[in-house]
């Protein structure tokens, strides 16, 4: 949608509302000029307006694409980080083994979990095979 078709105030209530936690709108609507007297209802009607919604459908996907590129870099960064702990003759031994267990887990590489298998008791077990 074009936002030129939304007035400023209208545009600064769809920004308010994206930047408040717990999406307040009779805050946003304050937020971005409206009345504290009308501000309710206000953000009633612009949250029912058909071109409100599609800005504030278009903004919030522009977000969060945003946001999924700033985590896939600093998920790359983490990464570089890392295996340049791996890779660091200077680092203690434990820091490289750690920084590889969290490299490996990360890709989804986990150890096999221990498992114990005993017999009645805690006993070994043991077969009897009859030929």
Do not use: C
């Not at 105030?9 to 936690?21: E, G, T």
């Not at 590489?109 to 005993?118: G, L, T, V």
Request: charged letters at 30%; a neutral charge; hydrophobic letters at 40%.
């Amino acid at each position: 949608m074009a936002s030129n078709e939304l007035r400023n105030q209208q545009k600064d209530f769809v920004k308010h509302y994206l930047a408040s936690r717990k999406k307040n709108a009779t805050q946003a609507a304050i937020n971005a000029g409206y009345s504290e007297k009308t501000a309710a209802s206000q953000a009633s009607q612009l949250l029912k307006n058909p071109k409100v919604l599609e800005y504030l459908k278009s903004e919030e996907e522009a977000l969060t694409q945003a946001l999924w590129e700033e985590f896939t870099f600093d998920a790359l960064e983490a990464r570089k980080v890392m295996y340049d702990v791996m890779k660091n003759p200077f680092a203690k031994d434990s820091d490289k083994l750690a920084a590889a267990k969290d490299f490996m887990d990360r890709a989804g590489f986990k150890p096999a979990d221990k498992i114990e298998h005993s017999g009645k008791n805690g006993e070994p077990v043991t077969f009897k095979i009859e030929l």
